[in-house]
């Protein structure tokens, strides 16, 4: 069964009139890493969200979201976005035969994702502010001009983004003892612990998980308890600086017995590198704040040794070339086409 809406239509808001709408969105690895699980001495599962059709956790949501817009006769969607949102908006949109308009904070959205917007063919604005103004502009048009609105406070979205709650659930037999993701607008974290809640109702769990949320340190809202003006962090992803969901991510941590922390930059892309040089996984920056957070947490002693932990991969490295090639201090070398060089090259690097 492939998709969300069909894979999983008894646990969401579908009936007959709900188009079909899919990419073939989830169904996504939960892959074991076994370097990572040494050195942080847990048990240690990555959810690869990247996987998804347009690389991020988005699609879930978005799947919803839009079909639930067409059912509703809606001709237009709208979203601000630090740059997976409008990604998955602008695919499904497409599919759906949907106009799309996207608001992006100008210069602070990675190159592959704004490829993906104009590429399915959204409307792009780049707004000369951040996310968080972005999204008040949006919210306010969506509430005047009959648009409908994509972004995470839709509570399709938030239907949608619990399945991968479902599917950790549906591989480890049970939910694990941790869950950690980074958190930037606060939607996946309600979205995940509202999964667990439901399928532990259903009976197809049999305890909840311990839910930890990681905000980047420049950008750090919720942890510092008041709203962020000019939110600053590598991971572009998650530079929000006023959560919507802020109330959301709260309740997650406390009702699981978890807590939102916050991780530097340099704590976010050194768990960037051992992710792809450890496990050849690429994730995106923002994306690695759950698994530096981990090593928070293990080093405070916040989490125990042993324990079952799965971190939120929400988006494909890919998308975000810049961050990569300047994570890295060896940038590939020049040489000559000839066997010669190219094997004087090999000696001096010490590749063999
Ligand atoms: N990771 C990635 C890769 C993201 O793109 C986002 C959010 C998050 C984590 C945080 O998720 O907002 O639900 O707490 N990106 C949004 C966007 C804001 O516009 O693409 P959240």
Redesign the pocket.
């Known amino acids: 069964m492939p998709g969300i809406l069909d894979t999983y239509a008894a646990y969401l808001p579908v009936t007959e009139r709900t188009p079909k709408l899919t990419l073939h969105e989830g169904n996504t690895p939960l892959l074991f890493c076994p370097r990572l699980s040494e050195e942080l001495d847990v048990e240690l599962y990555v959810k690869y ?1 990247g996987a998804n059709p347009t690389g ?3 699609d879930r949501g978005m799947v919803v979201a839009v079909a639930k817009a067409v059912e509703e006769g809606s001709r237009t969607v709208i ?10 908006a602008a695919a499904y949109a497409a599919r759906a035969g949907l106009s799309c308009i996207v608001l ?1 904070p100008d210069g602070y959205v990675a190159v592959g ?1 704004l490829a993906q917007a104009v590429m399915y063919g959204a409307e792009v604005l780049a707004v000369a502010g951040n ?1 968080d103004q972005a999204l008040a502009i949006v919210r306010s048009i969506a509430a005047h001009h009959g648009v409908t609105l994509v ?2 406070v839709n509570p399709y979205r938030i239907e949608g ?1 619990k399945t991968a709650a479902f599917e950790i659930c549906d591989v480890l037999g049970d939910a694990p003892d941790v869950l950690a ?11 995940y612990w509202k999964g667990f809640g439901e399928y532990r109702r259903a009976g197809r769990a049999t305890r909840l998980p311990r839910m930890f ?1 990681f905000e980047a340190e420049g950008a750090a809202a919720i942890v510092r308890g008041e709203p962020i003006a000019q939110p600053e962090t590598v ?1 572009t ?2 530079r ?1 600086g006023n ?1 919507a ?1 802020w109330d959301g ?1 709260v309740r997650a941590a406390k009702e699981s017995g978890g807590r939102i922390d916050f991780v530097t930059d340099a704590e976010i892309l050194d768990a960037y590198r051992k992710l792809a040089r450890w496990e050849g996984i690429f994730a ?1 920056p ?2 690695s ?1 759950s698994v530096a957070g981990v090593a928070k947490m293990r080093r405070l002693g916040e989490i125990e040794a042993g324990a079952k932990v799965v971190c ?1 991969l ?2 494909n490295g890919l ?1 975000d070339p810049h961050t990569a090639l300047e994570a890295v201090d060896l940038k590939p070398r020049r040489v000559a086409a000839t066997e010669d060089a190219v094997w004087t090259a090999i000696q001096e690097v010490g590749g063999i």
């Open positions: 969200e991020s956790f988005k979203c601000a976005s630090t740059g997976n949102t409008s990604a998955s992006v994702k996310f972004n995470s983004q993701i980074p958190v930037g607008n606060a939607g996946n974290i309600t979205a949320g991971a992803a998650i929000i959560p969901s991510a995106e923002a994306s704040a939120v929400t988006g998308k």
